[in-house]
């Protein structure tokens, strides 16, 4: 049984510290994921509607410390560091993620938990799947928590208070200075117009039925005895975009694939209101210097704001760029940061900056050379 508690004890430790680590990159998505789970809740619990604003509001600060207590709980039980409460804490943890899972897939109100960032993304009854495996795991662990090995001392006191660090850091870094590594479609490096075809056509598996008898074909049959019951889709990965709802307009139209040809470099403010513009003056210095050594880059606002706002936002800080509407989901996909700058030459992203990494001009044209 001691050798079926470190196995148990390595696999949940192990996979903690993983979904921690990608969502520590990332922590604003973490927020924008747990402010879906509070607006569901919001809405279906009237009662707790100011409850659930309040915790909408400090979406970030909870998602820091979900992330990083991810991470030093998963260290902790690898290392044996205070294993009896350790295991207590990752049992509550466990059950509060099981709870919205299985919220999510039952009510189907949020089609992705999140639990493992964007490195990958899990269906709402994969994701329950996998708490329920860890919550059994864990309750194993509870229910022989007196039998596991207990290795507090100064060194895996040492190495616990170096990951909490390291982990709130690595969480600091993410939510300053944009994700250091970024695994959704509208990375650095990624070429939208490819992100929003399909790398090969679907493909169907048709269950028919023809004389009381149920057929599964590859192909949908042309003798009208058989009768439609249903399809499967083969290859889902394959078959569906990685973009499907980029999309730009204004007033004058559309300007989705327009936006994806020559040099581009786009400001990208997803709330004037809530916008950090306390360094916006380097923002436009780039600009100016940037375009005045380059005339062919062009300059625009991409918002998921109102037009009244934008035309102030314009107005309080003396810019004349034309602005597109965009998703607020879609802009916040792209950039974590409020503003942002996003640079796509010909439609592949060369470019993503938060204020506070404004680069040089001279690296700029770099990227676009």
């Not at 915790?55 to 207590?69: D, E, G, K, P, Y």
């Not at 928590?145 to 990951?163: A, R």
């Not at 004389?211 to 590859?218: A, L, N, P, V």
Request: with cysteine; net charge negative; proline share 4%.
């Amino acid at each position: 049984m001691k050798f079926l508690n470190q196995i148990i004890c390595f696999i949940v430790g192990a996979l903690f510290i993983f979904s921690g680590a990608v969502k520590a990159i990332d922590p604003i998505g973490t927020a924008i994921k747990l402010g879906e789970y509070f607006e569901v809740f919001a809405t279906d619990v009237p009662s707790l509607h100011g409850f659930f604003h309040f915790l909408n509001q400090n979406a970030t600060i909870l998602a820091v410390i979900f992330v990083v207590s991810e991470i030093v709980l998963g260290t902790a039980l690898l290392i044996g560091f205070k294993r009896k409460i350790t295991v207590w804490l990752l049992f509550l943890m466990i059950t509060f993620f099981t709870f919205l899972t299985f919220y999510s897939a039952y009510f189907n109100k949020v089609t992705d938990c999140g639990c493992f960032g964007d490195f990958l993304p899990l269906k709402p009854w994969e994701s329950f799947t996998k708490d329920v495996v860890l919550f059994v795991l864990i309750t194993i662990l509870l229910v022989q928590v007196k039998k596991l090995t207990n290795k507090s001392n100064f060194l895996t006191f040492v190495v616990l208070s170096s990951i909490t660090l390291l982990s709130g850091f690595l969480t600091y870094y993410a939510i300053e200075y944009e994700a250091p590594i970024d695994f959704r479609a509208y990375a650095v490096g990624k070429n939208i117009s490819e992100q929003m075809k399909s790398k090969e056509p679907a493909r169907y598996i048709y269950v028919m039925e023809k004389d009381g008898q149920e057929f599964r074909m590859e192909e949908y049959p042309t003798d009208p005895a058989y009768k439609y019951v249903s399809n499967e889709l083969l290859n889902e990965a394959e078959s569906k975009p990685k973009i499907t709802d980029y999309s730009l307009w204004n007033d004058e139209g559309d300007f989705t694939q327009e936006s994806l040809t020559e040099k581009r470099i786009f400001i990208l403010v997803q709330n004037v209101a809530k916008g950090n513009f306390d360094k916006f003056e380097e923002i436009k210095k780039l600009i100016n210097e940037t375009t005045a050594k380059n005339a062919n880059i062009k300059v625009a606002i991409l918002t998921s704001d109102t037009q009244e706002a934008i035309n102030s936002f314009k107005t309080s800080q003396n810019i004349n760029f034309p602005f597109y509407y965009i998703d607020a989901t879609v802009i916040k996909t792209i950039a974590r940061s409020n503003p942002a700058l996003w640079m796509l030459n010909e439609g592949t992203v060369i470019g993503k900056y938060s204020p506070n990494e404004t680069p040089e001009s001279q690296e700029v044209l770099r990227l676009f050379e």
